[in-house]
C-alpha cells in the first residue's frame, strides 16, 4: 500500500509520495510518547510509595517519642514522690535524735538540724526540674551521712554515760494481768490450725496500764495489720519491744521512754479475741521467745 499527498502551491498542486520510513514516523512517535508516559507514572507510583512509607514511619516513629516521653515523666514522677518520703522520714530520724539528746542532756553537743528540702508539684509529672530533683537527692545523700555520723556519736555517748541500765528488758508489759498465751506452736484461735505464735499474751481488764519492760525510744504509735493498735520502742544493740492490740496509745514516734513508763491502755483492737497485750521480743529485726525477759530479774 502506498500513499500520496498533494501539497498546494502557486503553480500549482505538487505530488508527494512519501516512502515506508516517514510511514512508521507516527507509530513510533506515539509507541515513544506512551513508553515514556508508562515510565513517567511508574517513577511517580514508586515516589508516592517511597512517601508513603516514610509518613508511616514518621508517624510510627512519633508515637515511640510521646510514648517514651510520658514514660518518662512518668518514671520522674515516681522518683519525686521517692524523694519527697525520704524527705519527710529523714526530717523525722533527725527530730528523733534531737529528742534522744535532748532526753540525754546532750542537746548541745548534738546538731541534727540543717536545711530541709521543700515543696512538691500541683501535679505529678508536670514542670519536673530533673537538675533540681539531682540536688534534692545529693542533699538527702549529705544530711542522711551526717544523721549517721550524728547517731552514732550519740549511741556512743549515751552508753558511757551509764544508761544500759535503763534499756535492760525485763519484767511484765502490763501492771495488772495474767499471762494467757506462750510463745511458739499454737492452735489458732480464729482457723484452729497450727500456727507460730511470735509472742506472749498477757490478758486483764480492758483499759488496764501497759507499760516499757525497758527505756528506749518509740519506733512505731500506731495501727499495723494483725496487731491493731501497736507500740514499738527500740533500745539499742538491736533489742525492740512490741506491745499489740492496744485499746489506746499514750506515746508517739520519737518519745523517749523510761523503764516502767505507761505507754498505752489494753484492749482488743486487730486480730484479737479480747482485752490483752501481745507482746514481742525483737532481735535484730527477728522475733524470739520473750520469757526468759520476762522472768530474769530487774538490771
Do not use: C
Not at 538540724?113 to 540536688?135: A, P
Not at 551521712?145 to 549511741?155: D, I, T, Y
Amino acid at each position: 500500500m502506498s500513499v500520496t499527498v498533494f501539497i498546494q502551491g502557486r503553480n500549482g498542486a505538487t505530488r508527494w509520495q512519501p516512502g515506508k520510513r516517514w510511514l512508521l514516523l507516527p507509530a513510533l512517535i506515539i509507541a515513544a510518547s506512551t513508553g515514556l508516559y508508562q515510565y513517567n507514572a511508574k517513577q511517580f507510583r514508586e515516589q508516592q510509595q517511597s512517601m508513603d512509607s516514610q509518613r508511616v514511619a514518621n508517624e510510627a516513629q512519633k508515637h515511640e517519642l510521646i510514648e517514651l516521653k510520658d514514660a518518662t515523666e512518668s518514671q520522674l514522677a515516681m522518683l519525686v514522690t521517692h524523694v519527697a518520703k525520704m524527705q519527710a522520714k529523714l526530717t523525722r530520724l533527725e527530730a528523733l535524735g534531737e529528742q534522744v539528746a535532748k532526753k540525754a542532756k546532750l542537746d548541745d553537743q548534738f546538731d541534727f538540724s540543717s536545711e530541709v528540702g521543700v515543696g512538691g508539684l500541683s501535679e505529678l509529672g508536670s514542670n519536673i526540674e530533673l537538675d533540681q530533683l539531682i540536688q534534692d537527692m545529693d542533699k538527702l545523700v549529705s544530711r542522711i551521712e551526717n544523721g549517721n555520723a550524728q547517731l552514732s556519736l550519740l549511741e556512743t555517748v549515751t552508753t558511757n554515760l551509764h544508761i544500759d541500765n535503763e534499756r535492760y528488758i525485763s519484767g511484765r508489759p502490763i501492771e495488772k494481768g495474767w499471762l494467757s498465751s506462750h510463745y511458739g506452736l499454737r492452735n489458732d484461735p480464729f482457723t484452729g490450725q497450727r500456727t507460730m505464735h511470735k509472742g506472749i499474751d498477757f490478758a486483764g481488764k480492758e483499759g488496764t496500764n501497759v507499760i516499757a519492760t525497758a527505756g528506749g525510744v518509740v519506733t512505731w504509735s500506731g495501727k499495723m495489720f494483725g496487731y491493731g493498735e501497736l507500740i514499738e520502742i527500740d533500745h539499742g544493740n538491736g533489742l525492740r519491744t512490741r506491745y499489740g492490740h492496744n485499746k489506746s496509745l499514750s506515746v508517739a514516734v520519737g518519745d523517749v521512754v523510761g523503764k516502767g513508763d505507761t505507754i498505752a491502755k489494753m484492749g482488743s483492737t486487730g486480730r484479737s479475741t479480747g482485752p490483752h497485750v501481745h507482746y514481742e521480743v525483737l532481735r535484730g529485726g527477728q522475733q524470739i521467745d520473750p520469757k526468759k525477759y520476762v522472768y530474769r530479774k530487774a538490771g
